[in-house]
């Protein structure tokens, strides 16, 4: 069988979804039939606060082209804290990796809740629209 | 500066011959101009080793982690902040350390001192007040200690003690306010400006790990580095890889480090890595109105959380 | 021996037209320190300098080298060696110590089993020594039986005398370096000249320790708590060992993302805690007396014994850029003398 062609590049997006507001936010969109750019793969932690910036980093140095993390809104965390935890944590981390030259709008932080299916279907686009303006990941990927 | 020598061995005597402590970690003449380096003085006649003087450039604090003996310590302003967040992150119990605090108004560069002497050999230098005489072998030069401050020097917000059991010597003046030009200036150049420095610092690393051994708060028994399962970054030098652990060691840092300087100082390639570390200094301050190693109450940034945290950052479609 | 003259403003031509040809690296000076890189123009090059920051062992020993690759998309695997450059290569303004270092690497990576990596530059390499007409304050190359003009392991070697250098040619390969340059025999009196220098440089290191018996002393004192008291200030922060020219110890990496992937090959330093950390758990060298002992007695026991020459040339960078002053030529005349340690 023929490989496909790939014609015109198109971003590579992961999410991180916590399993308890933003993956069931996701869920919903998928469940209506809200139709949102497919560019994105989705990985469910049990909560925002579980995200290690290892996993942002690590996915940038392997070539993905955005990142998004998304969790409960404030007050809403299924773990009481995690978000709050993870608020704090990727204020830093998103400042600072702009401050080393990385591209503002490679990395994404948001919140979704279970039921806000089209708030996540615009989330991803927006992200989809900013990433591909800024063309294929460049800055940190490592080359074998 | 010599009643205040005699006044360090005299404590260090005291301590050791009372009991109180087993060692008294302080600094003793090097073996080479510009040099004082770490003692470890284990009786009183031993005292006699310790000295005070613009050289004593290492950060002591290092040196109590994991370490089950009461210890006496000479601690400068930026090595008592360290202390201070060790016994925050209960590396070493406050009960262990006797803090033998000294004001500190800055250490001499050596490496600017060598590059304004281009390479010229040293053979003596002669500490003096405000100045430093150099002599070579054919030449001699004096420069004022104000000039040739190292750079985490000419910054420095605590000069005095934040936390001791006896200070040794008068109290400083300290400069007033928390600011961070230097970082600010950097974050008006571009992004591809901020970019190409960072990325020809990093192209210097040969990942020998000094600064990261140099760091008093840099105690983990095993380094991110040498983890396997996952391996996080390669340990080539590879740019992405090297990139990243200076990312990730100075994001460890955040909220904890003290900017003693003791990281860009054991670089043997002089590179930049203090700039990465206030950059997060300021963000910290700026978001969570904290600073690492000024007080024991406050809970360390990232342990805690407020309500009403700062969300510009956050994305709304 | 075959000498010959070259003014010093005469160098920087010579090596324009030596880039021709070699791939010739040189002292240049960044950020305020100078270090061995390939220049493209003669200018560029300094020999007005006290010694690198990195030994030129990386010339020839790499910190990261990629020894091979493989693809796993074709069926079974393709592997490829990495592509050389083809050109021969000069060190330019290498110091003795460095030369010694050479040759102590020459020992480790050229016997059998010959190291193809190692063996594919050296086998190209043509060094062109300079003398030290004065030392620095952490050099002791003569308390280790080498010499600010110590010329064996060089190819041509240069010694300062005024507003020219003396070439001093000591083997085939470097006489070729000259063979285009039209430079006139020395002259009786400028050999004699260099031979001051070097005298006058030689008088002026003594010896700071006896070294001669180092072998049996150190043996004998393998269980000593000194290595304990000497080793205290150190933070294993490795830099001794990187920038040492004699040091070469590495280790080997696999990287690989989907299906394709490289070996590599790092520098790794004994004074790491986790070097001798076994799949096990158990660290034979679990403290820094352990691992200070280690570094001691591999460069003035276990090397000597092996390769017949001390695995330490006396450069200095160990004493000058570790960040406690954990100086070398201390801690020998603490073990080697029978007196009490610091």
Redesign the interface.
């Known amino acids: 069988m023929a490989e496909p062609k790939i014609e015109k590049w198109e971003p590579k997006i992961v999410a991180f979804l916590c399993n308890w507001c933003s993956y069931a936010g996701a869920d919903l969109a998928g469940i209506s039939r809200i139709q949102y750019p497919n560019n994105v793969r989705i990985i469910r932690v049990a909560c925002s606060g579980q995200v290690n910036p290892w996993f942002i980093l690590a996915n940038i140095q392997q070539g993905i082209d955005g990142v998004l993390i998304s969790g409960c809104h404030p007050g809403e965390c299924h773990y009481l804290t995690g978000n709050y935890r993870a608020r704090r944590k990727f204020a830093l981390l998103k400042n600072f990796l702009q401050f080393v030259g990385l591209e503002e709008g490679r990395i994404h932080f948001t919140w979704v809740s279970a039921s806000e299916g089209v708030r996540f279907a615009r989330v991803i686009e927006k992200v989809t629209d900013i990433v591909r303006s800024l063309g294929p990941a460049k800055k940190l990927v490592k080359r074998i | 500066m010599d009643a205040l020598i005699n006044r360090i061995r005299g404590i260090a005597k005291d301590l050791l011959r009372e009991g109180k402590v087993d060692v008294v970690i302080g600094f003793e003449e090097g073996t080479i101009p510009f040099h004082s380096r770490p003692c470890f003085v284990r009786s009183p006649d031993e005292a006699d080793r310790l000295i005070w003087n613009s050289f004593c450039e290492n950060n002591l604090a290092t040196y109590v982690v994991k370490r089950n003996e009461r210890m006496g310590i000479v601690a400068k302003g930026c090595d008592t902040r360290a202390l201070l967040e060790l016994i925050k992150e209960r590396q070493v119990i406050r009960d262990q350390i006797y803090i033998i605090g000294v004001p500190c108004e800055g250490m001499i560069d050596r490496v600017r001192v060598e590059a304004e002497l281009r390479n010229r050999s040293i053979q003596t230098v002669e500490v003096r007040e405000g100045t430093f005489l150099i002599m070579g072998k054919d030449f001699e030069k004096e420069l004022e200690i104000k000039e040739f401050l190292y750079p985490s020097c000419q910054v420095c917000t605590r000069k005095n003690p934040v936390i001791y059991d006896e200070l040794v010597g008068e109290e400083v003046e300290e400069s007033v306010g928390e600011t961070y030009p230097d970082i600010e200036s950097f974050e008006g150049l571009s992004d591809e400006k901020r970019w190409q420095y960072f990325s020809e610092e990093m192209s210097r690393c040969i990942r020998c790990y000094a600064c990261r051994n140099a760091c008093p708060l840099c105690y983990c028994t095993e380094c991110f580095v040498d983890a396997s399962n996952p391996q996080w970054i390669g340990k080539s030098i590879d740019e992405s890889d090297t990139a990243l652990f200076h990312i990730m060691r100075a994001f460890h840092l955040a909220g904890r480090c003290v900017e003693c300087g003791a990281c860009e100082r054991a670089c043997p390639l002089g590179i930049d890595i203090r700039k990465l570390n206030r950059k997060l200094s300021k963000d910290v301050l700026a978001l969570f109105n904290y600073k690492a190693g000024i007080s024991l109450d406050e809970v360390a940034p990232l342990a805690t959380y407020r309500p009403d945290d700062s969300e510009a950052f956050i994305l709304e479609p | 021996m075959k000498a010959k003259t070259i003014r010093k403003k005469d160098i920087s031509g010579f090596l324009d037209r030596l880039i021709q040809a070699y791939r010739v690296y040189a002292p240049v000076m960044q950020?305020?320190?100078f270090l061995f890189k390939t220049i493209k123009s003669g200018s560029e090059a300094s020999l007005?300098?006290?010694n690198t920051?990195?030994s030129p062992k990386d010339i020839l020993f790499p910190?990261?080298e990629v020894l091979f690759?493989y693809q796993l998309d074709k069926p079974g695997v393709e592997i490829d060696m990495p592509a050389q450059d083809e050109r021969n290569l000069v060190i330019f303004g290498i110091r003795p110590c460095d030369v010694r270092g050479i040759q102590a690497l020459d020992n480790v990576f050229s016997k059998n089993p010959k190291d193809p990596y190692f063996e594919e530059r050296r086998s190209k390499t043509v060094i062109v020594g300079l003398g030290c007409k004065?030392?620095?304050?952490?050099c002791f190359c003569t308390t280790v039986g080498g010499g600010p003009c110590a010329d064996d392991g060089s190819d041509l070697f240069l010694i300062d005398i005024g507003d020219e250098y003396l070439i001093r040619i000591i083997s085939d390969k470097g006489e070729v370096l000259l063979k285009e340059e039209d430079l006139p025999d020395a002259e009786t009196q400028k050999i004699t000249a260099a031979a001051e220098v070097a005298e006058k440089a030689q008088e002026a290191l003594r010896p700071c320790v006896e070294v001669q018996g180092s072998e049996d002393i150190l043996t004998q004192r393998f269980n000593d708590p000194v290595w304990d008291v000497i080793s205290?200030?150190c933070?294993?922060?490795?830099?001794c060992t990187?920038?040492c020219p004699t040091c070469h110890c590495f280790?080997i990496?696999d990287?690989?993302?989907n299906k394709?992937?490289?070996g590599?090959r790092?520098?790794d330093?004994c004074q790491?805690p986790?070097f001798t950390r076994l799949a096990s758990g158990l660290n034979p060298r679990d403290t820094v007396g352990k691992r200070m002992r280690q570094r001691i007695m591999h460069k003035f026991v276990y090397f000597p014994d092996e390769q017949g020459m001390l695995g330490c040339t006396g450069c200095g960078r160990c004493?000058?850029?570790c960040?406690?002053?954990?100086?070398i030529?201390?801690v020998l005349n603490i073990l080697l003398r029978t007196g009490a340690a610091r």
């Open positions: 950020n305020g320190y007005n300098y006290h920051k990195m910190q990261s690759r004065e030392t620095h304050n952490g205290e200030k933070i294993g922060c490795g830099v990187y920038l280790d990496c990287e690989a993302v394709e992937g490289k590599i790092i520098w330093s790491y986790l004493v000058i850029e960040p406690v002053n954990l100086d030529r201390e």
